[in-house]
Structure formats: C-alpha cells, structure tokens
C-alpha cells in the first residue's frame, strides 16, 4: 500500500492513543475531518490498521508472573496444538518460530504456582523450557513504515 508522511503521522498518533479523536487528528495534521475518516478508512481495509485497542497492565489486574514458555519436539500436529493453544486465556501472545524450538509464547499468571500448572499441562504436548520475565525494558513499540516506502504527499 503507498502511504504518505501524513499517513505515516496518523499512524504514530494512533499507536500512541487510539483513544484520540478526528478532531484532535484533524487539528494536529492540519487535514478536514473527513480526509482523516477517508485515510483511517483506507489504512484499515488494506490491512495497515488491524484495529483499535487498550493495553492493560498485567500487574494491575493481579496476573504479576510474566514468562516466556517455549514448546520443542512437539508430539501432535501443529494445528491441533494451536487451536489448544487458541483456547489458554493466560497466553498473551503465541508464535510459530524456526529453529530447535516450535513455538514462543509469552503469558501472565497470578502465581508461580499456576505458571507451573500451565507449563506442567503443556508438557503433555513436548519440551517446555520456561523462563521468568524480569524485567521489559521494551514493550509495545511504535511500528511506521520504513521511509523508502513512502511516496509524495497529494494536496487534500
């Protein structure tokens, strides 16, 4: 998709509060209110924009155990595991990776006695190797397109 540095503006904004409004966005990028709806719009049917949410604190809702599980020599059919995996709420993201590990999830539990329940009931599927997370000096990163991708603004 060709995008523009407004879009790439828009963007920014967004992932930083997608609770801002047309009337902030439309102020800040000095565009009508309707070219920013009609390039909102644009970006979400061509899959720039999957949706619109709200990252809540793990910490705050009592799920303070943060780990990294990764799964090995998995002993059913991926997609069989995955829609297992589909189904644990705890899991706050899952990837299918390369290498000698299958799978890279991450999770949030409200004890260390649950993580370890969780990561007993996945070891009936392969190799578990767990690992607490300390600390996440990087979390929820901005994303924009790389420059070489963007192309002339248009007058609006």
Do not use: W
Not at 65 to 93: H, P, R, S, Y
Not at 102 to 107: E, Q, V
């Amino acid at each position: 998709m060709k995008m523009d540095l407004i879009d790439c503006s828009l963007l920014q904004f967004i992932q930083e509060d997608s609770r801002i409004t047309v009337n902030e966005l439309s102020k800040r990028l000095l565009l009508s209110q309707l070219s920013i709806r009609k390039r909102l719009q644009r970006l979400e049917e061509n899959g720039v924009i999957k949706g619109f949410t709200v990252i809540i604190s793990p910490d705050a809702i009592g799920k303070s155990v943060k780990a990294i599980i990764q799964i090995a020599n998995l002993k059913i059919k991926t997609q069989q595991f995955e829609e297992i995996i589909k189904g644990e709420k705890d899991i706050l993201e899952c990837h299918r990776i390369t290498g000698i590990n299958s799978y890279f999830m991450k999770t949030a539990v409200s004890s260390i006695k649950q993580l370890e329940d969780f990561s007993n009931r996945l070891s009936l599927y392969g190799k578990v190797n767990t690992s607490l997370i300390i600390t996440s000096p990087v979390s929820h990163r901005i994303s924009l397109p790389k420059t070489e991708y963007l192309q002339p603004i248009k007058n609006e």
